[in-house]
């Protein structure tokens, strides 16, 4: 068999509790779980690619670019980076470093969704993990779901981690 | 971290076209997925557990608990074992057997998506692979997906690997 790594895309995006830049629950928990499960077993035959897809708002920056790899990329961040979100890929980067596995990790601007199925066509990993919250039909009416859409529109196998029950908030529609 | 290994619950079914013992083409998919992309980079590290679920027809014959583990298991089947889909697994068991995998594999009798988030819930796997013909949503409208049922209803993570359309079949209802 061929030697090469597994590519595997873990969508994050940022706590809307305890505010940016820190991760949400269900991306901390789908990130925590690909590595418990998967990839911990062999952490060289892994890649792991963070997308992080940010909303655009009023602040009206660019689409960037930026790749991360490794915590020593973080050092020397302006104003411009924290708003796009590299503080909140800080966290993943940081904890792939301390686990010794491989990783890569950006910013796009646009509507999640779309902007993940976008790059799964772009970067074509071997799979995607995204969190949930596991909202009932009711909540979902209001919300949407990222991780509904993604497993039926993105060109990849989609693996959704629900958040667990003992980690949901009070009002579930936080995170 | 601690040392346990990651159980992987492959869900699998029989050929729609060649006639049975041979698994469809999108369960055939799906193992050799599961076994590229996850499981080759340390075979020791995952088991898998293989579950057929046969629909009960007018043979009338019981629910049934056998388990298979190894090649030799499948050395005496009678006509109640070839009926009950034993032939089915051990394509998969002989392949484990080879790549070097640990596995386990039964049938039950019933409703495939029923049975299956049943059996999710008994045996507790760390993931669920399912895979999926990849059908548009008028051939859904006829023929139902086990796929997204289990994606909606089973209490662990699950994926879903559709097949590549390089092996559809002229009518792609058939598998």
Chains 1, 2 share one sequence.
Request: aromatic content about 8%; hydrophobic content about 35%.
């Amino acid at each position: 068999m061929a030697e090469a790594s597994s590519r595997i895309m873990v969508a994050v995006n940022e706590s809307s509790i305890k505010g940016y830049p820190n991760p949400s629950i269900s991306s901390k928990g789908a990130f925590e779980w690909t590595i418990e499960k998967i990839v911990r077993h062999n952490v060289t035959a892994f890649d792991l690619l963070f997308l992080h897809v940010q909303v655009p708002d009023e602040d009206g920056f660019d689409d960037m670019d930026s790749i991360y790899a490794s915590p020593e990329d973080f050092k020397h961040l302006n104003q411009r980076n924290r708003i796009s979100g590299a503080h909140l890929l800080e966290y993943f980067v940081n904890r792939c470093h301390e686990i010794g596995v491989r990783c890569q990790a950006w910013t796009k601007l646009g509507d999640p969704k779309e902007v993940i199925c976008h790059e799964v066509k772009r970067v074509q990993p071997d799979f995607l993990v995204v969190g949930s919250r596991g909202l009932g039909p009711f909540q979902k009416v209001f919300v949407g779901t990222v991780s509904e859409f993604c497993v039926k529109h993105c060109e990849c196998p989609v693996i959704t981690i629900k958040r667990k029950a003992n980690e949901t908030p009070q009002d579930p529609i936080d995170d």
